[in-house]
């Protein structure tokens, strides 16, 4: 069951994180919007508002095909403003990473029937297995990939609004803390 996990969390896991800050929810939101470009290039990108924060990293001369994203809201928690959300990757990442998946687990699934059926059809189900491993490796690798986004992207939060500390998950990278 654990492998099956750590596959669906390949595929569809978020890392969540938050954000305190000193400032009220209107400074937090102009404080953050200025770390954002407005413009494809280079940096964090992205929309900025009370309601919905939405983030990713763009990378010059990139096809930015493996991104980042984080999305969040800003809330006010104890008399403080903290920016709540998530690190994921794109919905189009993950979907075209789920077909293909499907797609070799399918032909894996066939070819072991035709196995059964008749035994000298091995070398197709091998094929199979180790295209399912390869594909798998290069899933896991683009996930490391935007891992470290998810790091870049907590280290420009966590110094747009002056946080001094940044919480994600216990199972996740810890973000780079903001340079003081």
């Known amino acids: 069951m654990s492998m099956i996990r750590w596959f669906y969390n390949l595929l569809y896991g978020t890392t969540p ?17 200025n770390k954002v470009n407005r413009t494809p290039g280079h940096g964090a990108v992205g929309t900025v508002t009370a309601q919905r924060v939405e983030l990713t990293r763009e990378r010059v001369f990139s096809r930015n095909s493996g ?62 297995i180790g295209l399912f491993l390869v594909a798998t490796l290069v899933c896991h690798s683009a996930k490391l990939d935007i891992e470290f986004d998810h790091a870049w992207l907590a280290k420009i939060m966590g110094a747009a609004l002056h946080s001094d500390s940044a919480t994600p998950s216990p199972t996740s990278p810890a973000p780079i803390p903001p340079a003081a």
């Open 17 to 33: 994180a938050q954000f305190p800050s000193p400032y009220s929810i209107d400074e937090a939101v102009a404080l953050l919007s």
């Open 67 to 128: 991104r980042a994203v984080f999305t969040g809201t800003f809330e006010t928690e104890h008399g403080r403003t903290v920016l709540k959300g998530q690190f994921g990757m794109t919905v189009t990442e993950t979907l075209s990473m789920s077909f293909v998946m499907g797609l070799i687990l399918l032909f894996t699934v066939v070819a072991t029937i035709k196995v059964v059926e008749q035994p000298a059809n091995y070398a197709f189900l091998l094929g199979c």
